[in-house]
């Protein structure tokens, strides 16, 4: 049976928000009756008498609209701005962290550290999905905290681990355990972007700037786009003779990217190829576990991409168990993350408007970026 699409109108808006907000179909169906007969499905007609393309997948019902509108983000934006700027955020955050402890007492994940060459990677599982890292110094028994939002759950592991932390590397603006780590650890260092109004920021960084503890060194790269001063970390392979990792914080997921908060396009996908100049090997290690739900929009998008097909089942064998889904590497996410592959002519073909009145039908990456974008946020509302 045909997936049913979903048609939401905000309140007070009418039958205008209505149309625009019907969106992406729910749920892949495997019936192939189904699925030719949902391939035959004519594409809507534009205002102006042009036709919008045919989709690529049958589970998605593509939606005429003006270019660089997306209904989702007006939203989108004045949430994040009160739960980044205001108490009413913060106290948002601690009803967040007291659910998801009560409901996740051992974390929403079951993860396992990366162990290398006197380098240790923990993945630590926070809140309802994000995840928090240490990265140690096994000779020297010093830590780093990546974007430590649980301090209870970060603390208990440095303990654990007997380990001294010594920095704290925040992404981004809300880093909900900076306070009470940096107080417990009188010597901490807190780094993050003088940008992003970081809770309790000691060391500002700016692009290329390097943090070195122990034999670690870890190269802070600027990535605007989620946010206006948003960094991503990278631990350099060399002195440990193993793989680079990447802390991407909300930049990069497992087959997805972050939402262009305060930033456009244009600037993450600046951001994006800052991190696709990386090598093939380098680990990738995001702040969310959201593995399963972007590689199912991935599906919708570019179905044919068997690369995608084998991860998705890797994916579900592993969320089955309750086990987290990083680390990929960045040669993986080339061939599956449909925000890493705007130069695809495939998903060029799909989602773009086709020759323009001059014959012009050059589709900038940063256009068909957006409009993916715009399309996974309509794809998570449902």
Same mark, same amino acid.
């Given at each position: 049976?045909?997936?049913?699409?979903?048609?939401?109108?905000?309140?007070?808006?009418?039958?205008?928000?209505?149309?625009?907000?019907?969106? !992406?179909?729910?749920?892949?169906t495997?019936?192939?009756?189904?699925?030719?007969?949902?391939?035959?499905?004519?594409?809507?007609?534009?205002?102006?008498?042009?036709?919008?393309?045919? +989709?690529?997948?049958?589970?998605?019902e593509? !939606?005429?609209?003006? $270019?660089?509108?997306? +209904?989702?983000?007006?939203?989108?934006?004045?949430?994040?701005?009160?739960?980044?700027?205001?108490?009413?955020?913060?106290?948002?955050?601690?009803?967040?962290l007291?659910?998801?402890?009560?409901?996740?007492?051992?974390?929403?994940?079951?993860?396992? +550290?990366r162990?290398?060459?006197?380098?240790?990677?923990?993945?630590?599982p926070?809140? &309802?999905?994000?995840?928090?890292y240490? !990265?140690?110094?096994?000779q020297?028994?010093?830590?780093?905290?990546? #974007?430590?939002s649980?301090?209870?759950?970060?603390?208990? &592991?440095?303990?654990?681990?007997?380990?001294t932390?010594?920095? !704290?590397?925040?992404?981004?603006?809300?880093?909900?355990?900076?306070?009470?780590?940096?107080?417990?650890?009188? #010597?901490?260092?807190?780094?993050?972007?003088?940008?992003?109004?970081?809770?309790?920021?000691?060391?500002?960084?700016?692009?290329?700037?390097?943090?070195?503890?122990?034999?670690?060194?870890?190269?802070?790269?600027?990535?605007?786009?989620?946010?206006?001063?948003?960094?991503?970390?990278?631990?350099?392979?060399?002195?440990?003779?193993?793989?680079?990792?990447?802390? &991407?914080?909300?930049?990069?997921?497992?087959?997805?990217?972050?939402?262009?908060?305060?930033?456009?396009?244009?600037?993450?996908? &600046?951001?994006?190829?800052?991190?696709?100049?990386?090598?093939?090997?380098?680990?990738?290690?995001?702040?969310?576990?959201?593995?399963?739900?972007?590689?199912?929009?991935?599906?919708?998008?570019?179905?044919?991409?068997?690369?995608?097909?084998?991860?998705?089942?890797?994916?579900?064998?592993?969320?089955?168990?309750?086990?987290?889904?990083?680390?990929?590497?960045?040669?993986?996410?080339?061939?599956?993350?449909?925000?890493?592959?705007?130069?695809?002519?495939?998903?060029?073909?799909?989602?773009? +408007?086709?020759p323009?009145?001059?014959?012009?039908?050059?589709?900038?990456?940063?256009?068909?970026?957006?409009?993916?974008? $715009?399309?996974?946020?309509?794809?998570?509302?449902?």
């Open positions: 049976m045909a997936a049913v699409v979903a048609a939401t109108a905000l309140k007070g808006r009418g039958a205008r928000n209505a149309r625009v907000l019907r969106g !992406i179909l729910a749920g892949a495997a019936n192939k009756a189904s699925h030719n007969r949902t391939r035959a499905l004519q594409s809507h007609s534009s205002p102006e008498g042009k036709e919008e393309p045919e +989709p690529l997948s049958p589970e998605l593509y !939606i005429p609209r003006k $270019r660089g509108k997306n +209904p989702m983000k007006a939203v989108g934006l004045a949430w994040y701005s009160l739960y980044t700027r205001t108490w009413l955020g913060y106290l948002f955050y601690r009803q967040q007291r659910r998801a402890r009560n409901r996740y007492p051992k974390g929403h994940s079951k993860t396992q +550290p162990l290398f060459n006197g380098v240790k990677v923990l993945p630590i926070v809140l &309802s999905d994000n995840y928090s240490l !990265i140690i110094d096994t020297a028994q010093l830590a780093v905290a990546v #974007d430590p649980d301090p209870r759950a970060v603390q208990a &592991s440095i303990e654990k681990e007997g380990v932390l010594v920095a !704290i590397l925040c992404t981004h603006k809300h880093c909900g355990g900076n306070r009470d780590l940096s107080r417990r650890h009188r #010597d901490c260092r807190v780094y993050g972007s003088p940008q992003d109004g970081i809770p309790y920021l000691t060391h500002p960084l700016c692009h290329q700037d390097v943090v070195s503890v122990g034999r670690l060194q870890i190269r802070a790269l600027a990535t605007p786009g989620h946010t206006q001063g948003h960094l991503v970390y990278l631990l350099d392979g060399e002195p440990y003779k193993g793989p680079s990792c990447l802390f &991407s914080g909300d930049l990069l997921f497992l087959s997805g990217c972050g939402r262009t908060f305060e930033g456009n396009a244009e600037t993450m996908l &600046s951001s994006l190829d800052t991190v696709l100049g990386l090598g093939d090997d380098t680990l990738l290690w995001p702040g969310h576990e959201y593995a399963e739900e972007n590689l199912g929009f991935a599906g919708v998008v570019e179905p044919e991409n068997l690369a995608r097909e084998r991860k998705m089942q890797w994916v579900q064998r592993q969320r089955l168990e309750r086990k987290g889904t990083c680390p990929s590497t960045l040669g993986e996410e080339r061939s599956y993350n449909p925000f890493l592959r705007t130069h695809c002519l495939a998903l060029q073909e799909a989602l773009g +408007p086709g323009g009145p001059t014959g012009d039908d050059d589709y900038s990456r940063a256009q068909l970026l957006e409009e993916l974008r $715009r399309l996974k946020d309509m794809h998570k509302s449902k």
